[in-house]
């Protein structure tokens, strides 16, 4: 079936550093892929997305990039800060189109 | 505008009980979803609904049903809960099906 693995499940980095997480999918003809942050007892925030027809997409500190022969895509995250910290999902459109499929998370620690 | 809103927050059952999990949006979206999370396996879909009057299964929709009450509200009931239940809820909806989901807080369900 239709899958996402993420890597790594978790991440300690400190204050300052660049933070990596990458996703791979099993689907080619996924062609949406966005990537959620979820703080301490709260729903998943739309941090960034892209599409399969760019390589590329940055905002701010944020940037995801995209390899669509390899089938993997990659959250960046530069200059971190402690409130980056929270559990980062990465996620796929379903060849359907009608459901995303979720990596399993990444657990980001920021220390000061 | 309160985005998604979901009811209750925590719940507690016990087994074999019945109980319905509400969720509205305000922003005059098609598509809506629920999802549950649990512990290192990221989120997972049991239900959505593409449209006003149309529902599909998920991922894991053994256990639940869904009712679309009309374009604002998607509700899940649990006819008979059961401790494999105990998990976190969250609804989610889109303007497109294939476009970016926009998740409530969420419900904690805790069955005994």
């Known amino acids: 079936g239709e899958n996402v693995e993420q890597h790594p499940s978790t991440l300690s980095v400190q204050e300052g550093d660049s933070a990596v997480i990458k996703c791979t999918y099993s689907?080619?003809?996924?062609?949406?892929f966005p990537w959620y942050k979820q703080e301490l007892g709260k729903g998943p925030q739309l941090i960034i997305d892209?599409?399969?027809?760019?390589g590329e997409k940055k905002d701010q500190r944020i940037a995801v990039t995209l390899n669509k022969t390899a089938k993997h895509f990659s959250l960046h995250i530069t200059e971190t800060q402690p409130e980056d910290s929270a559990v980062y999902f990465c996620?796929?459109?379903?060849?359907?189109?009608?459901?995303?499929?979720f990596g399993k998370g990444t657990t980001l620690s920021v220390s000061s | 505008n309160a985005g998604v809103t979901q009811t209750p927050k925590f719940q507690v059952l016990k087994t074999g009980q019945s109980m319905t999990l509400q969720c509205a949006q305000d922003?005059?979206?098609?598509?809506m979803y629920w999802y549950r999370q649990d512990p290192g396996m990221g989120l997972r879909l049991i239900y959505y609904?593409?449209?006003?009057?149309?529902?599909d299964k998920g991922e894991v929709p053994n256990g639940y049903n869904v009712s679309r009450l009309n374009k604002r509200e998607f509700s899940l009931r649990l006819e008979s809960a059961a401790p494999s239940q105990t998990s976190v809820y969250f609804c989610?909806?889109?303007?497109?099906?294939?476009?970016?989901?926009?998740f409530g807080p969420g419900t904690r369900l805790l069955v005994l």
């Open positions: 989610a909806s889109s303007g497109v099906q294939a476009g970016t989901q926009y």
């Open positions: 689907d080619s003809a996924s062609n949406y």
């Open positions: 892209i599409r399969s027809n760019v």
């Open positions: 996620a796929a459109l379903n060849q359907a189109g009608t459901a995303l499929i």
């Open positions: 922003m005059n979206h098609n598509s």
């Open positions: 609904s593409a449209s006003e009057g149309t529902t």
